[in-house]
């Protein structure tokens, strides 16, 4: 068990460090923007920064990010990691958007406005760090469940609002009458058909990069796992190695009863035992309850 306990623990605490440092490079990148109320190079500076896809994708990424902390935390604490799958699909669409960010920043801003300018300052976290650093974090290092092709499709709902925005506020409003300046350029620099028929199918294939990465990240940690186990829970007494674990959760300061069934239910698959998850979910429940008791008892004649 405490090789479970090890590989639990180190999937927390890689996705609860990728996540911080995410949502702290955009905090300092945002902040940075936000303080800078004058950029002869950038005209939305200050609060009008949030007009910017770059700053809402990297907000939307980071939010996603935080959501995730919380969940890492309680792994942590209870030895039994998990993220709901909205979580992940949500934490998808923000790595998919500052994806987005960063190919448009390196392939498309860089070589008009030059490189430096384009990386430097709070774009350096912006359009650089916070992106590569997500993209990261969710391919390698958060691969709880396994993305699918339609999933791929939530992927595009931040785009395809920013996209429409964008286009009132640019074409439709105008800047005469309080709206946008074209400052990506899509609408005036290129003909606003190609850029219109062109950002939906390439939002999509960088969704479905992301997902490919993921899902073998996802695959390759599945049949680590699969070896570990096998070789630990291969012809093990299941409901001794509940147990056991109890009584080990127990003695270990959690404050919580939290019944590990994700674990429980890994050691019947790989185990063959004739034991149901109820009933070991039950053996456990029991022998925390007895542990705790005794050790209760200890404490109070010490």
């Known amino acids: 068990m405490d090789r479970v306990t090890k590989i639990t623990r180190r999937q927390c605490l890689l996705a609860l460090f990728s996540a911080a440092a995410v949502v ?3 905090c300092i990148g945002v902040t940075m923007n936000l303080t800078t109320l004058a950029d002869e190079n950038f005209d939305h500076m200050g609060l009008r920064t949030f007009c910017m896809f770059t700053v809402n994708s990297n907000i939307l990424a980071a939010g996603a990010m935080a959501m995730v902390i919380p969940y890492t935390l309680d792994g942590l604490r209870t ?29 498309i801003l860089a070589p008009v406005k030059g490189f430096v300018l384009i990386f430097t300052g709070s774009r350096f976290f912006l359009h650089g760090v916070c992106p590569l650093l997500a993209i990261a974090a969710f391919c390698f290092f958060m691969s709880e469940k396994r993305l699918t092709v339609g999933q791929s ?39 606003s058909w190609i850029s219109l028929s062109a950002i939906m199918p390439l939002t999509f294939g960088i969704a479905t990069g992301i997902r490919v990465l993921h899902n073998r990240a996802y695959d390759r940690r599945k049949k680590d796992e699969a070896e570990c186990f ?9 409901r001794k190695t509940v147990a056991a674990m109890a009584r080990s959760h127990s003695s270990a300061k959690i404050l919580d009863i939290v019944i590990p069934s994700r674990v429980i239910t890994i050691m019947l698959e790989y185990s063959h035992s004739d034991a149901t998850l109820e009933e070991c979910c039950e053996i456990y429940l029991k022998e925390y309850m007895e542990n705790s008791a005794v050790l209760n008892m200890e404490k109070f004649w010490i």
Request: charged share 10%; aromatic share 18%.
């Open 153 to 191: 499709l939530f992927a595009l709902i931040p785009v395809a609002i920013y996209a429409t925005v964008y286009y009132v506020m640019v074409a439709v409003v105008g800047e005469e009458k309080g709206g946008w300046n074209d400052f990506y350029g899509f609408l005036t620099r290129v003909p």
């Open 79 to 107: 030895r039994n990691y998990h993220m709901p799958r909205w979580i992940v699909v949500f934490v998808y669409m923000g790595v998919t958007a500052v994806a987005l960010t960063f190919l448009i920043s390196l392939f």
């Open 24 to 26: 702290i490079c955009v």
């Open 230 to 238: 096998s070789a630990l829970f291969a012809n093990a007494d299941v």
